[in-house]
Each structure stands twice: as structure tokens, then as C-alpha cells.
């Protein structure tokens, strides 16, 4: 009987299935929606096929425009962030000093504050300091949006790495920085990789404080996006789900390597 | 385990001669966290004085606008902005509703993050390992997309219907309800949860999961006694960033849930900006803003009792 | 300090050199650049930057126009907390003319230049009543709300508010509008029932000024739309979010009538996002909404004296309103239709669309929405 149904596996297997249509269903059912002229309720198949929505969204200009800004504005931001917070979070992991807990709770509810409420404020700011408008205004305040996952995210991974190694390491001759860069860093990495993804997110996805101190003068990515996939019919939003996929799917490779596998298991590994 | 706060000894993550405080490490914690506070610690400040009824200097031309403000009474300012929105109906329904989501969004996103990665590490296998790096595809589709493809899968003339209405079944329509919310926000949390519970399960060593089974432990008692303590601290980090996302979330609600009672996030919009009340917007805002300190919070008592359990304090 | 004397030295750089370019092209030209912000939907958008923006060019060179768009007003936070600020510090906001919902805010709070006939002369063929409740806005145009029908489903729509009401709890699930704070065509029906039991005085004194007095009076409106709740779209007391949702369901099938605006529609219908079948018609007893929209030259614009009020000029002339009334818009006017190109004026036989039924003052509409907020949905 065993051999031929076994109800533990078809119970893993169904909720496997489920599971899977929970997640990939409402992407794949968008990202088909890419690709047709109309589909009517409640047929499974669409009116008809056409790559129509694709020039629509390839030619406009704005777009370009607004996807080459953000493309040179968040890397800029994330590479700022790492230089501002990793020493930080080297610091909020490792040592103990005045204020510590206080500096991570701080960070973790500033960054949670309705934005909304605050533009007026920080319009006043920004108009004060004249960052109004300009390139490194934007840039500050995507900045703000990363800072949580560089500080908290690191922070928890160089507190993992465990000590003997790094005085095994020190026993053996090594000086501080090969032992920082060898042990400490090489296994905190991992999540320092994820912090950089996050934080690469945040500043990309970053709508409301960007278009506040941006416009009209700089557009970022998501308002023209927003703009589009409002104008348009549904199919809009379908090409642009499918195309901003891609950089998931190519992070899969990077991540099922260095993340979820291999050194990030070392990283937070337990003695 | 590694805790971020405990103070003491040689396996300890803090600074090498115990309870001395470091102040390289106070330094080296300065940028980001003046950068903070002058850039969204100030206009957190001015918002606060706002909603005390401040109607002065930055907040002179917005109390112009603004429709119900309430200037101050006394010294120290005035709650009536702050009783206004304790007695509206709506806000009462809306926190309910928002903290019920929240509980319930992170309790599954975590359940669904867990099942995922400890399946991958028990069981592993070709399936685990592609539906494991699957979930994350959604990670760089923006929450504007994600909640239009959520909304077009459940809603009146989605797959789902449309699948069911093909063998004759009415499924209900889930946009516009609370349950939708709950998808949504479970949906758009997903990926990053499984990053940070996934490389916490993966790292706990093999040899720990055999020597308990080789004690007799079951599958369950190994889960809960071995790997889920060891994955605690990205565990409870993937949890802590999941709830706050889903309390402040905009986009979701708005798309996919009632229009009334809704959550926090849309709520200080629409007062805010259809109804014209920024003052009483800003004092939601402050709500929210507590209920994320009481979330870091927790995370950081959280850590402290851990610490002192397991010895390190 | 250091950065103000850098900023300081720097401006100085930059007026000087300013001057010495503008001395060596003194007998070139200068193109002077005036910003339009626009709040509002594609239509618009179209209006401004396929029509109106060229023909204005042509016809006074010498400016060059830049239109920023807003779509559904996503950013009117924003953008408000800009002019906020800047109005706070005197700076200039960036922003030369603005075509939006939060215009009239604005200007009551007083934040606009005040338009007056010596700087707009052509503000003289403007409807008073509607020029004052502008509260120091312009009205460029106007459109009315109407009630759509699917005339596959519904061959003859109803002909006063009572008669839809009555439809609407025959055809369950079958009529929709959207949440008030979120689009004005649903915001219109709002007023429009609450309006059914209000005398012409109480309507009128809504319409002028704040009243926060009358608005106890809502209660038998509001307590109509509540009832309502079971038999609107979803028959859950769940509404859609915006104008463009109301259209969608519309267009779908999802719905067989919804109140709609009359240039939106009119857009829809010619962009073929509209199927033919879908009509518009008013009702009565009261009829449902319309108003104008209005420009609004920020009083902190450098450029305010200038180009703003010459661009705010020429919309209201002749040659620029022809152009609202016609092409994809069909917006109405706001100047008399005697000015008017006769053939395009042909489409408004039968709306009298100088005498629109207009909406509450801001302060009051506002209000409207919140009470409705915590009144009908989900109730």
C-alpha cells in the first residue's frame, strides 16, 4: 500500500502546489496579460495576442529618461549608504557603547513614519538648504529610506561571526585588518549582500520623498512608471511586471549561491 | 546564538574587555544616525508641535490651508487634535482593523517563510530548492505592479472566478475585503522573509539536526527545540520589518481592501488630503510611528531576555 | 556661514554672467520658460499638451511653455506642501500655473495671485458667480458629472434622481460611483442625493461660503446612500477608488450605469476604451454637478506677472476656449457661447452649461466627504 500512496507526500506535494499558485499565480495570470489585446471574463484564454503594450511602453520617452535616473541614482545612494551605515552596524553588532539601543530603535521608527504628514516639514528643509530640486536632494532622501536595512541587517551578521575563529586566526599571526577582511568581513558578507539588495530596493522603489524634492526637474522610475500603469489598461502593468522580474530572476542565481546557501549558512552559523 | 546586546565574555559579540564602553564604536554610530535626525528627526519634530496645536513659524501656512485645525491652548499646546481623532469612529475601526492584519500578515508570512525553508532543509530536493528561490521572484516587482496582479487574480473578473466559473462554482470576489489585505500584504512581505529564515535555517549546523533525531526526537521537536532557536535572530528580524511594512502599507490597502475601515496608511491620506484635516493626519501618523517604536522595542527586549536565558548576560 | 556665503558667492557669479550673456544677445529675444503644473486626469493632459500648449506657442512666440503632469492627483500632497513652503520662506515654488482640484484651497487660503481684469483683461467675459467661487483661481473650463448607461442593459435611463434611486434598488449590483475623496463624478452623486432633500437657499449658501451650520443637514442624504449599500456594486458597501475605476467597470460590463464626468467620458469614447453602446445622460431633480476648473498662478511665481498672466489670458480668449470645446475634450466653456465658433458649440444643444449646478466650496465639500467616509461604506 506504502509503495503506491503514501499520504504524507501527496499532502506535501498538494501543499507545494498551493503554495506555489499562492505566489507565482497573480504574477504569471499579470505577466500572460502582457502579451494580449483584450481578455474577457470568465474565458481562460484571451480575444486575441499582440506586442502592442510593449512599444507603448518602450517608446515613451519620459520613461527612458526617468529609468536613466534611477539607474544612476540608486546605486550612488546604496554605495553612500554602505560607506555611512557599515561602520555603524559594525559598531551596533560588536560593541557595546552609550546610547546603543537607543541609536537602533531610532532608526527602526524614524524610518517607519508616515511620510506623508512630514512633505510640508521637509519641503521647508530642503527649500532652506537648497537641496530643492537638485540631484544630491533626491539622493538624501532615498538615502534616509536605506539606512535601516544597512545598519540592522549587518549589524545582526557581524554580530554572528563567531570569535574563536577570528582569535584562532590572530593565535595564527594574522594582523586586525587580515583578520577584519579574511574572517569577519568574508562571513558577514552574505548579509551585507541581502542589506544591499534591500537597500537597492529602497532606494529604486522610492516614490513619494523623490517626486517631493525631484520634480519637476528629476523623475525617478517609479512616478513615470505609476503614471504609465494608471494611463493604461492592464496590460501595461503587465509588461512592466514582467520586465522588472528580471533583475529577481537574475538575483536568484547570485542569491541560491552566497545567500540562502553556502557562505550566508557559514555566516550565521552557531558553534 | 548571536544576540546584538549582550555585554560579556569571550563568545560575546561586544567589545573585548566586557562592560566597557566603547567610544570608537559611539562614533563610528554617529553619521547615519545624525543624518536621521536632522533629515527626518526635524520634520518628525515640527509635525509634532503641528499636532499640539504649534500653529506658528513652519507650520503658519499649513494652518491656513488645513480645515479643523486646532491652535494651542496652553503652554505646552493642546490635545484636541488628539481627542478628535480618539472619537472618530473611523480611526478606532481602522486601528483595529490595522493591527489585526498586521498580527495576522507577519504570523503567516513567517509560518509560510519557515515551511518553506525548513522544507528545503529537511527534506530538500529538487521542488524545495525551486520553490524556495521562486518565492523571491516577486522581490523587485514594485508594490504598485503586485498589487494590480493580486487584483486582477481575485477580483470580479479574475483567474480565480474565471477558473471556477468554468466548472460552475461562484468563488466569491476578494478584492475590496480585509482577507484581500491580508494576501496582498503576505504576498508583497514574502520574499524578503524567505531570504533572512532561510539563510537562518540553513545555517544551523547538520550535525546538531542528526544527533536529535538520533535521540529520538521527532520532526516537530526537532523544528521547534533545535533549528527555530538557532534561526532566532533573522527569524525575528524578517518578523519585526514585515510588521512595520504592513502597518505604514499604502498601496495594498488602497487597491485591494474596503474603503471603510481601512488601514492606518490610507486612512492619514485620505485626512490628510481629501478631507483636508493635516492635523488630525499627523496624529495618526504619531500612532503608527509608537506602535513601530513598540515593535523595535520588542525586538530589542526580545534580544535581552535571550541573551540573559542562554547565559551571556 | 559657509554655505550661505558659498551660495552667496556663487548667485553673484551667476548674475553676472547672467547679465553680461543677456547684454551680448540683447537684440535676440528672450524665450521666457513658464511651468504648468497639472493635477488631474489624461484628458487634461492631452488638452494641455497636445492642443492648448502649441497653439499658444504659435500664437505668442517669445514663450515656451512646460507642462509637469500629475495623474489623478497622486501628488497634490506634494505639491501643496511645496507651495506651503515656499509661500513660508518667499521662495519661488517652481510653478508658474496650476491646473488642479487643490487650486481653490489654495487660493482661499491665499496663496494665489488675485486675478482682476487690469492684469487678465479677458477675465471680463467670465461668468461672475463662477469667477467668485474660484476664490482667487481662474475657470478655464467646466465639464458636468452625468449618469452613463449601458443601452444594451438599459434602453431608456432614468430621468430624475428619484427614478435612478428606484432603478438602482431593482437592479441590484448593477450601478456604481466612486468614494467621493477619491474622484469627483462620485463625489457628485454624493452631493447630488444629499442635495435632494436641502432647500435652493441651503444649496446656495453651500455653495458660497462655509457653512459648517448646514451640514447637520446631510443626515437624510447620507442615510439614503447608506441604504443604498446593498444594492451598489459588490452589494457590500464597498465603492470603487477613483473616476477611472467607475469608467472601467463601465466598460467591462462590471456595472450597467455610473455617474461619470462629461470630458472624461467624452476621451474615453474617442481613445476606444469606451465601447459606443455606453451613453451619458442628465438627470434631474437636482441634476447631478458640474463646475469649472480653475488655473491658479501662485503668488511666490517669479513669473507671475509675466507669462503666467499671458498664458492665463489667452485660455480665456476666443481662440484657446474654441479649442476646449472641440477636439477630443468637448470641455465647456467658460466665456459666452455667442464668442464661439458656432459648429462646436452645435454638441451643447440642450445643456444649459453656463448655469451648471455647482459643487459645495471646498471647505464644505471636503467636509461632504468625510461625513460620507464615516456614514455609508462598509455600514
Known sequence: MRRYFNPAKVALNLSVFLLALFILGPILWLGVHAFVTDWKYPHLYPSGLTLNWWSKVFLDSALKTAIRNSLIISPIVVVLSMVICLPAAYAAGRKNYWGRKTFMITLFSANSFPKIGLFAAIATLYYTLNLMGTFLGVVIIQLLGTIIYMTWIPAAAFASVPRYLEEAARDAGANKFTVFRTITLRMAMPGILVAIVMSFLASFDEAQGSYLVGAPTIYTMPTEMYSLVQNYP???????????????????????????GGQLAEGFQIK | MRSLLSKTGKEGSLANNGSALSLLGFALSLPPFLLVLGFVGIPILIGFTFSLGFTRG???????????????THWWGTLAAYSDVFHDSRFVGDLVLTLAVTAISTVLVILIALAIALHQRLVGGRTASVLATLSIVPLFVPVVISAWAIHTFYGGDGFMRSFFANIGINFPTLTSTSTAIVIGSVWTSLPFSILMISSGVQAVPDALIESAKDCGASTLKVISTVVVPLAQTPIIIAGSFTAIGIMGSFTIPLFLGPNQPTMLGVEISNFFGAYNRPQQSLVMAFIVFLAASGIAVLYIWSNVKSAKESGRI | MTTKKAVAVSAAIALALGVSTSASHAAM???????????????IQDLWVKTLVPAFKAANP???????????????????????????????????????????????????????????????????????????GIPYRGSSVLLAYNTKNVPTPPKTLDE???WIKNNPGKFTYNAPNGGGSGYSFVQTVVDKYLSDADRKALVAGAAPELEAKWAKGLETLRQLNKYTYGQNGTYPANNAETLKDLATGLVDMGTVWSDQFASAVKAGTMPSYIKVAQISNPTLTGGASYLGIPATSANRNKGARVLANWVLSPAAQNLIVSGTLNGFPVIPLAKLDPTATGTFAG???QNLRAGYLSANANDLKSKWASTVPGK
Request: hydrophobic share 50%.
Open chain 3, 29 to 43: 529675444a528672450k524665450v521666457q520658460t513658464i511651468q504648468v503644473y497639472i493635477s488631474a486626469d489624461t484628458n
Open chain 3, 62 to 136: 517669445g514663450y515656451d511653455v512646460n507642462v509637469t503632469f500629475d495623474l489623478h492627483g497622486d501628488h497634490d500632497a506634494q505639491e501643496t506642501a511645496k507651495l506651503t513652503a515656499a509661500a513660508t520662506l518667499g521662495k519661488d515654488a517652481g510653478v508658474d500655473l496650476i491646473d488642479g482640484g487643490f487650486v481653490t484651497t489654495l487660493g482661499a487660503a491665499g496663496l494665489l495671485f488675485r486675478p482682476t481684469v487690469g492684469i487678465i483683461p479677458n477675465l471680463i467675459d467670465v461668468n461672475k458667480t463662477v469667477l467668485k467661487a474660484g476664490k482667487g
Open chain 3, 351 to 353: 445643456v444649459d452649461i
Open chain 3, 164 to 166: 435612478l434611486l428606484t
Open chain 2, 58 to 72: 513652519p507650520n503658519r501656512v499649513i494652518s491656513i490651508i488645513g480645515q479643523q485645525i486646532h491652535p494651542k
Open chain 1, 234 to 260: 492592464i496590460q501595461v502593468a503587465a509588461v512592466f511586471s514582467i520586465l522588472l522580474a528580471i533583475p529577481s530572476v537574475l538575483l536568484l542565481g547570485l542569491a541560491r549561491k552566497h545567500i540562502m
